[in-house]
């Protein structure tokens, strides 16, 4: 076996010129040695970010897969998956060229703030170094441009106007709080202000660019991928194997077949929350206006932390009690308030070290609701009623993304857990909803079911959506329809959907796509050994592997039985 030569060749080093060519990535994962290096995103960068890939490329298949143990022979796939995508995006796909919001310095600044893997000085001294790479950036941005889409030239507009906040009053109170002297802070501030001024300049050079994609003087592109590039990004992506056609087409079945159970669970509980009143006959009228009483039945903004802080624990005990997958106590995930320049849309996330700080803690972030206007807080609160607020959770905690991960850091392979697949660690997640749902969690109450159902109506629907604009040319009209009327969103929602849509293409697949494929494989096994089948023991093995593709799981599974 070569395992040891693919070691050598892929350890080590190779991430170490793998970060020094993507700092940004490195400093979000916790590797911090090129911190005070921003790549100038020019052709030059591009160039050797392709040579990079092509040698790498060729010096993986100089090992032949057939020779390496199975663990081993799954990171080879994932890498060169990598490389062949890496070309792919630089070549082929090239949204460099038509993506204005590719380009945006907030983040690892922002993470160079925020973290504490040095003293402050020293993270000012390489925030201060950063900087002065700044107008070259968008420099070399704005050269790379040649017609956009407008969506995503407002998008980069929108991000970097808010990219700005990271350059801002707290910025400076941190310079104020440091030990640098007189003459290193002369310089942070002068470097200071020629950045805010670069993306500033960049804003406006959008928002002039955005006025002539509108007159049609440049001529726009489309946000939709089209049926070009879309399979290609998907197979490259999500690695399930199966086409994007397929996938889709099993999300029209799948949505007819929630609807079928979601109907019957309404009819069973018209009656109990509307005895005088007749059922609609319609069977989508029918889900919706049930579904619309049991989202009544909510906390209020102010118990909303509070009420996590209870459900965390109430879940673990749950998963261990039934069997289902083993946890660390030694791990807790410590629920807080989400940090203020961190709050977007989403309610609720995991914020987890990465594989270079495993032993940092793992927060459960939930955005205070008391300070939102009154109607946001109510209609996020309706979403997440009495009844759907445990399926968030599941998802992001508790058995889902923090269970996963915590798992995925005891996997000894950095591979696997630096090219994680979207697919699988989504599908976990979604998974995960339905394994608690099965096992009880709900007391198999009707509520309970159809509100789940529901959710999990959510990641069929953004398949269907995904693959339907971007490949079929759905319009804004259908994919209304599809997400309010066929999929009980709120307007809000399904209008925060299409933004998203039309700025995003091929991730919102993967929820649906990592699910499906889970639980085939658990079905496949479970056909396949009958008696023997353990389903704590198949969580566990299934997540041993870390965060790789289901497809490379699967084999890998198969082959140990
Ligand atoms: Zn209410
Ligand atoms: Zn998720």
Known sequence: MSDAAFRRAFGEQFFDRLWQLKPDWAIAIGYYKYADRLVVPDEAARAERLEQADRWLAELRRIDPATLGPAVR?????????????????TE????????????????????????????????????????????????????????????????????RGALAVFGAELEQALEMSGLDARERAQFNERLSAARGAIEDYVRSLEALDERLASGAVAARSFRLGGDLYPQKFALEIQSGD?????????????????????????????????????????????????????????????????????????????????????????????????????????????????????????????????????????????????????????????????????ANRAPSLIKSIFGNGAMIEGWAVYAERLMLESGYGEHRAEAWLVYSKWNLRSVCNTILDYGVHVLGMTEAEALDLLTRQAFQSEAEAADKWRRVQRTNVQLTSYFSGYAAIVDLREQLKRERRGSFDLKRFHEQFLSYGSAPVRVIRELMLAEG
């Open 74 to 90: 799954a990171d080879w796939a994932m890498l060169e998956n990598e490389f062949l995508a890496e070309r792919w995006g630089l």
């Open 93 to 160: 796909l090239k949204s460099w060229q038509w993506d204005p919001s590719v380009y945006n310095v907030a983040e690892p600044f922002a993470l160079l703030l925020d973290l504490t893997f040095a003293p402050l000085d020293e993270r000012l001294r390489l925030f201060g170094r950063r900087l002065e790479r700044v107008p070259a950036y968008y420099a070399a941005a704005k050269a790379s441009i040649e017609n956009p889409s407008r969506e995503h030239t407002q998008l980069a507009i929108e991000q970097n």
């Open 243 to 407: 086409t994007a056609e397929a996938l889709y087409e099993r999300a029209l079945a799948e949505k007819d077949v929630l609807h079928a159970r979601m109907r019957t669970l309404a009819e069973i509980l018209w009656p109990k929350y509307f005895p005088n009143e007749a059922a609609p006959s319609g069977a989508l009228d029918l889900i919706g206006r049930v579904i619309a009483r049991l989202a009544e039945d909510h906390v209020a903004p102010a118990e909303l932390l509070d009420e996590v802080k209870r459900q965390i624990p109430e879940l673990e005990r749950f998963v261990t009690e039934h069997g289902l997958v083993e946890l660390d106590p030694s791990k807790p995930l410590i629920v807080r308030e989400t940090p203020p320049h961190k709050r977007g849309i989403a309610g609720a996330s995991i914020d987890a070290p990465g594989p270079y700080d495993a032993a940092a803690p793992t927060y459960y972030n939930v955005n205070p609701l008391d300070e939102e206007p009154p109607e946001r807080a109510e209609s996020w609160l309706r979403e997440y009623n009495r009844w759907m607020l445990p399926v968030l959770n599941i998802h992001e905690a508790i058995p889902g993304h923090y269970v996963q991960l915590l798992h």
